[in-house]
Every structure is written in C-alpha cells, then in structure tokens.
C-alpha cells in the first residue's frame, strides 16, 4: 500500500488502533527515518484522546529501549529494539513474558523473535517521494487477514 502523506499514515494508524485489544503486538520494521516512530505517536495519541487522558508526547525510545503510557484500563509499551544485542537484555525489559494487560508496539522487532499469537508485523519502505511510503502488513492470529 502507498501512503501518500503524514495524514494518510494518521488515518492508518487510527484504523489499527481501534481494532487493538490487550495483549496485541505491533511489529515496526523499516530503516531509520522510515516512519515507525511517527506510526506509533498517531497510534497512542489517538487512542489517548478517545479515552479522554492526557495527550502526551511520544518519543522515541531509542536510548530507553522502552517507553510505557498509562491508559484507563490498559498499558502501551513503546519498544525500540535498534541497540539491541542479546536476547537476554530484554529479560528486564518484560518482553518475553506474555503481559496481559499491554500492548506492545516494537521498533526494529526483526531483532528477536516475539512469542505472541496476535502480531500485526508493518514493513515500511521509502519511495521516490520525500513524503511517500510504501508499507505492508503481514499479520498471525487475529490480524492475519488485515489489508
Ligand atoms: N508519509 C510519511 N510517513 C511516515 N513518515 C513521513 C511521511 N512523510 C514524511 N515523513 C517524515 O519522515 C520521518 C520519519 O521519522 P521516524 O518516524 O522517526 O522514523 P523511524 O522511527 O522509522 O526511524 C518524520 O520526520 C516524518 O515526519
Ligand atoms: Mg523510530
């Protein structure tokens, strides 16, 4: 699928955000600048502004590892895997346990296998177009038809 513009990848981010449900994990891949960071901030604000909590800023975790937003009934765990090395480092980051009450969003999740059956993997491109993408989706469980 193209996406034309920033506010043609806000209406798609908007779309998956209401079809998410808790223990859903979002898997972003594509290079740096690609848009995965800028996917998941229309992504958690959406979806902080149809619950009526505060409206945040969403950065990227890219020297945290991981940035967690406080919803009513639900956590969103924002992941930048890209420092990544070994497994084992996200031991402490509760990545590999299965976490009901979250939802995961995960930059660079090509780095680890992620042990979740309700996974909707985004691949991101680059286009000739400066403010163009290409993306696909290739979804498992509930989100393996989503187009
Ligand atoms: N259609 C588009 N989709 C996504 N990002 C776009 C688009 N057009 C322009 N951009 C810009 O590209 C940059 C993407 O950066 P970012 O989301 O941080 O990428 P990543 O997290 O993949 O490294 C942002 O500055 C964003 O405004
Ligand atoms: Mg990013």
């Known amino acids: 699928m193209i996406i034309k513009s920033l506010e043609k990848l806000n209406i798609i981010s908007n779309k998956i955000a ?45 020297f945290n590892l991981l940035y967690e ?5 639900y956590k969103i765990m924002h992941y930048d895997l890209y420092r990544i090395r070994e497994e084992r480092e996200l031991l402490n980051l509760g990545l590999l346990q299965e976490n009901e009450k979250a939802i995961k969003i995960i930059e660079w999740s090509n780095m680890i296998q992620i042990p979740v059956s309700d996974k909707l993997e985004i691949h991101f491109e680059h286009t000739k177009n400066r403010n163009e993408r290409k993306i696909n989706f290739r979804g498992t469980g509930k989100w393996k038809n989503f187009k």
């Open 69 to 73: 937003y406080d919803l009513k009934n």
């Open 18 to 62: 209401d079809q998410l449900t808790i223990s859903d994990c979002i898997c972003l891949i594509g290079e740096i600048g690609a848009g995965k960071t800028t996917f998941t901030r229309f992504l958690i604000n959406y979806l902080q502004k149809k619950e009526g909590t505060k409206i945040t800023d969403v950065l990227s975790p890219t």
